[in-house]
């Protein structure tokens, strides 16, 4: 059971589709494997449908809208309302939503070493703010320590990971908040594969630093 | 055109009737109805969302991708996991989150939509709180007093935060906050963790 979950700010804001399309991403990879802020964002998005439900609404649309709508249903098989053609992960054991985003196998995906045994990948999004990456840590390596200039979000996706204030396993949902340093170590018996969300890269502080110039943000 | 007096016509089951109808039969009749009631109300939502600036030609085209996906995914409706006005909202909302996605790969078929529904696997326990959960707020939010649902309707429909919404309403942050904080009281939404 996952113990580590996003706070209300979280899910409140995931529900009324106010975070950013990467930080959308995180919350709801945490949701496939929790079916209890699942069950709490539900409800969350029935207080956004009843009150989409019960506006007053002022605004028309055009004309032809539904015309417009239909023909582009007919013009494109893919939009019958029969069943399309079934999804097929690449990576079962991850989350459908990051599966679909990479689209590839994850040893299909391009790598690039950090240090030794700590390798990223950028996961595309097309968020133009927030960066979302991949991290794989082989078994039993610590990460150097650093801080991070603006909130980072790590989820576990497999394996664990620990740091000075916790075990973090599958699920989990960690938030580190700008200017916090730590410094996290994978498990012994298993490499560990996280998601990252960071509004701006995380900054080394030991000799590592020379690193930096290659985190600069680059949103995908 | 839909009015408030119409509004209250329209019972739960009679759109999940014509979801039904759309994905059994591929029903045009009852998806024009749908789309004539619910197609404003995805614009206004649109139109209030956070990308407030958006114009109402781009509003317009996040109708027809969120009304394409109703008609798409009609089959995969179930009416005892959400009301029909929710399922709507999430395929409207996602819409909007895809919208600030720049230039996301167009994948064909069922994998362009990465915000896939959980929702199906539920226990029928989970099912079943699910369900008591969703009549408290649907009770509890007609009964909230204005000041209360005002603030709810800046969070959900605005997409602002806290601290925006008291800027709008010139009101302390605190407030805001407490506002917030009572609804989700009464609508049995506090999470204590």
């Known amino acids: 059971m996952t113990a580590y979950h996003p706070d209300t700010r979280y899910l409140n804001d995931y529900a009324a589709g106010s975070l950013s399309p990467a930080l959308s991403i995180i919350v709801k990879a945490h949701l496939e494997h929790c079916p209890e802020c699942r069950q709490h964002v539900q409800s969350l998005e029935q207080i956004g449908g009843t009150l989409m439900n019960q506006q007053k609404v002022a605004v028309t649309l055009p004309e032809n809208a539904l015309d417009k709508l239909m023909a582009k249903i007919d013009s494109e098989p893919k939009h019958s309302a029969t069943p399309p053609i079934k999804y097929r992960p690449n990576n079962d054991d991850l989350p459908v939503v990051l599966d679909k985003l990479i689209s590839r196998p994850l040893n299909k995906i391009g790598w690039k070493k950090l240090a030794r045994g700590l390798n990223f990948s950028r996961v595309p999004t097309g968020d133009q703010e927030v960066e979302l990456m991949m991290y794989h840590i082989k078994a039993g390596r610590k990460i150097p320590m650093h801080t991070h200039k603006a909130d980072e979000i790590t989820l576990v996706l497999r394996g664990s990971f620990s740091d000075a204030d916790g075990v973090y396993k599958k699920g989990d949902f960690v938030v580190r908040s700008a200017g916090e340093q730590h410094s996290p170590i994978a498990t012994q018996d298993e490499d560990c594969l996280c998601l990252a969300a960071q509004a701006q890269p995380i900054a080394f502080t030991g000799m590592l630093r020379l690193l930096n110039p290659m985190l600069s943000i680059k949103p995908s | ?193």
């Open chain 2, 1 to 193: 055109m839909n009015n408030a007096s119409q509004e209250q016509h329209f019972s739960h089951d009679y759109w999940v009737d014509k979801l039904a109808a759309i994905a059994t039969n591929e029903d045009r009749q009852a998806f024009a109805e749908l789309f004539d009631y619910f197609a404003p109300k995805i614009k206004a939502y649109m139109l209030t969302g956070k990308a407030g600036y958006i114009s109402p030609e781009a509003a317009d085209e996040l109708v027809q991708e969120s009304m394409i996906k109703v008609w798409r995914k009609a089959a995969s409706y179930h009416p005892m996991k959400a009301r029909v006005s929710t399922w709507i909202f999430t395929i409207a909302r996602n819409c909007r989150i895809d919208s600030l996605r720049r230039s996301r790969p167009e994948i064909s078929l069922d994998t362009d939509d990465i915000w896939v529904d959980m929702t199906s696997d539920e226990t029928p326990l989970v099912s079943l709180q699910q369900q008591r959960s969703q009549r408290i707020v649907q009770e509890q939010l007609e009964q909230l007093p204005d000041e209360q649902r005002q603030v709810l309707y800046k969070v959900y429909m605005e997409g602002k935060s806290h601290s925006e919404i008291a800027d709008d309403m010139d009101l302390p942050l605190g407030t805001v906050k407490s506002r917030v904080r009572l609804a989700m009281k009464k609508l049995a939404l506090t999470v204590d963790r």
